[in-house]
């Protein structure tokens, strides 16, 4: 059984930074890509990054050139890394791999 853990997320003022972590279990890791999504009150879940098991990347054009996503096989983890935050980015963040949604990790940003 396929198990996500995601932390990172916090509370950091617009041009901030933060990483979030999708740690994985029980999976072929390296043999799967991974996505994070993100969803903000009273919205729907959206794609914000993904990468594929050969490590290439895509992003939405909002978070393009300011989120970085990465997959560390050696780890089973995978991370976000986002900068210069906006209070747009604001929303539960979420990974997905292999069929498995993590529980989620709140991202705020505040002007």
């Known amino acids: 059984q396929v198990q996500l853990v995601e932390s990172g997320g916090g509370s950091v003022q617009a041009g901030g930074s933060l990483r979030l972590s999708c740690e994985a279990s029980g999976s072929n890791f390296a043999a799967n890509g991974l996505a994070w999504y993100r969803q903000a009150p009273g919205k729907q879940r959206d794609l914000v990054a993904g990468?594929?098991?050969?490590?290439?990347?895509n992003y939405v054009r909002a978070v393009e050139g300011r989120f970085t996503i990465s997959k560390d096989n050696s780890k089973n983890t995978a991370y976000l890394q986002m900068t210069r935050l906006e209070p747009e980015d604001t929303a539960v963040y979420y990974c997905r791999h292999a069929g498995t949604w993590g529980q989620g990790t709140q991202v705020t940003v505040s002007s």
């Open positions: 990468i594929n098991h050969e490590g290439e990347t």
